[in-house]
C-alpha cells in the first residue's frame, strides 16, 4: 500500500482503539508507520483523515452486511421479509463495529465546535443516505433524484443512527428487526390516518 492507504488504515486502527477525540496526529502516524507530516500532504488536516477513514470503514461495513443480507433471500421473499432480514444483519453487525460507532457520536460532538469537522461531517452523512437510499432500492447511486435520496435515504439514515444509538446504550432493550418493521406498519397507519395539517409536508422542490 501507498502512504495514503497506510494513512487511512491507521486512522481506522486508531479510532477503533481510542475514539475520535482521542486519536492525535502522531498515534495515526505510528499505526500507519509513515511520518506525521504525510497526513497534511494527503489529507490536509487530521480532521479531513479521520473522516474520510470513518466513511472507508463505514462503506466496508455497508458492503459486509449486504452480502449478508444478500445470503439470507430465499425464494419467494417479500419486501418486508427482505427489509426484516436487512434490520436483522445491521442489529448484528453493530457488535462488531461499537467502537467506530462511538467515534461517530465523539465526532458530532466535535462538529458542534469545530466547522470543519461539521462541513466533513455533513458532506459524508449526505453520501451515506444516498448510499442507503440506492441500496433499499436496488439501483445505482447515480439514478437517484435527490428528492428520493432526502425521503428514503435520510428517513433510514436516521432510523439507522436512532435505533444504533439504543443499541449502544442498553442493547436487551433496544427494538429488534421486527420491532422495527412492525413500529414502521404502525407509524405509516398513524400517518395514513391524521389530516394534514397547513405546515405539514417536505421541503419545497
Same mark, same amino acid.
Given at each position: ?13 486508531? *479510532?477503533?482503539?481510542? $475514539? ?7 498515534? @495515526? !502516524? &505510528?499505526? /500507519?508507520?509513515?511520518?506525521?507530516? /504525510? @497526513? ?7 480532521? &479531513?483523515? *479521520? ?14 452486511? $449486504?452480502? !449478508? ?21 445491521? @442489529? &448484528? ?6 467502537? =467506530? ?9 466535535? /462538529?458542534?465546535?469545530?466547522?470543519? #469537522? ?15 437510499? /440506492?441500496? *433499499?432500492? $436496488?439501483?445505482?447511486?447515480?439514478? =437517484? ?9 435520510? #428517513?433510514?439514515?436516521? =432510523? ?22 412492525? $413500529?414502521?406498519? &404502525? ?19
Amino acid at each position: 500500500m501507498g502512504n495514503r492507504e497506510d494513512l487511512l488504515t491507521g486512522a481506522v486502527q486508531c *479510532l477503533k482503539e481510542k $475514539g475520535w477525540a482521542r486519536t492525535t496526529v502522531r498515534d @495515526i !502516524a &505510528a499505526a /500507519a508507520g509513515v511520518n506525521h507530516a /504525510a @497526513i497534511g500532504y494527503h489529507f490536509g488536516s487530521r480532521e &479531513a483523515l *479521520l473522516t474520510a477513514a470513518f466513511s472507508q470503514a463505514m462503506e466496508e461495513w455497508g458492503e459486509e452486511t $449486504g452480502r !449478508a443480507v444478500a445470503a439470507s433471500f430465499g425464494a419467494g421473499v417479500t419486501e418486508q421479509q427482505r427489509y426484516e432480514v436487512m434490520w436483522r444483519e445491521l @442489529i &448484528a453487525s453493530f457488535a462488531g463495529t461499537r467502537a =467506530l460507532w462511538l467515534a461517530t457520536v465523539e465526532a458530532f460532538v466535535e /462538529a458542534e465546535h469545530n466547522p470543519e #469537522v461539521r462541513e466533513l461531517l455533513a458532506a459524508a452523512q449526505r453520501e451515506g443516505r444516498r448510499g442507503l437510499a /440506492a441500496s *433499499l432500492l $436496488g439501483v445505482p447511486e447515480e439514478t =437517484l433524484d435527490e428528492p428520493t435520496e432526502r425521503r428514503i435515504g435520510a #428517513v433510514q439514515s436516521a =432510523l439507522l443512527s436512532g435505533v444504533c444509538i439504543q443499541w449502544l446504550l442498553d442493547p436487551e432493550h433496544a427494538p429488534s428487526a421486527g420491532d422495527v418493521v412492525a $413500529g414502521l406498519r &404502525a407509524l405509516a397507519g398513524h400517518v395514513a390516518d391524521t389530516p394534514a395539517g397547513p405546515e405539514s409536508g417536505s421541503h419545497s422542490e
